[in-house]
């Protein structure tokens, strides 16, 4: 297994990458949930050399669109991954909008609800409860005052609670999640079926969450997908991530950069290594590799 590369060993390759491709929280956000000065420079920068800058983010559109805007990616019509690879988007759909409550893609993967409804009652199983993105009401949920609230504070979301175990068959989901503790979600993991785990992938995105994406897709998966679309190559991208759930893209970008307050698994993946989210570590790499 090769060593990633410190930040003071990655080479200055000015001219040479075309895309980066950012996650949100604890990547390019700060633990408050902003966006330092320093990292907004970083990116304008970026995007003055001609890189195509994304959002590849596990959360719902909503909870991207702010951030996108704030980075000039609204307006410059840029485009965003979200549901950790289940849906791409096109920024410009909300120009003039106040959210993006509704939203087309350009492509999206969907999990049935037999598919929540299993998850759910085998999440039960272990103390878990669960929530997921419905394709046609939005954030669906069992217990709005446990972990999941995270999901309708971070992302300014109305939800539904319901029982998830007995939804429509037929109806649609972005993504699913299981919600509890680290070591409940630990014992879920192990219980999965391989026939769910062949349709879905897994991932962890936070130690109370436990996540399934149709397809079986991942920001990998999506990062390569919007390559094609832009005829960027992807070796000449650059991706920031910090948790499991970006691991995959990190393996598949040209130069993939865990943050130093990532897991062991975006560590494994990665390429190099970066400060953490509150040393500003996206812009400290990016000064770097594109001399700006």
Known sequence: ??????????????????????????TLLRDDKTVSGRNLNAVAAA??????????????????????????????GGYAICFNGAALISLGQFRGRPDALSFGTLGAATATGAELALITGLAHRHGCTTHAFDTQRGLVLEDPLGPSSKEYTHSNLPYFTCDLSAVDPGSRYYKILAVGSKAGLDALRADLPGDLTARLSVL????????FIPGPETKGSALCRLCGILGVPVDRCIAFGDAE??????????????MANGTADAKGACDALTASNEEDGVALLLERVLGI
């Open 204 to 211: 962890r995105s936070h130690e109370n969450f436990l996540e």
């Open 245 to 258: 759930n970006d691991a995959e893209m990190l393996r598949r970008a040209g130069l993939g950069v865990a």
């Open 1 to 26: 297994m090769t060593m990633p590369l410190d930040l003071n060993q990655v080479p200055e390759r000015k001219g040479f990458y075309r895309l980066l491709a950012l996650d949100l929280d604890d």
């Open 47 to 76: 995007r003055r050399a001609g890189l195509e800058v994304v959002i590849a983010s596990g959360r719902h559109p909503n909870g991207i669109v702010g951030y996108a805007r704030e980075l000039g990616l609204v307006d410059a």
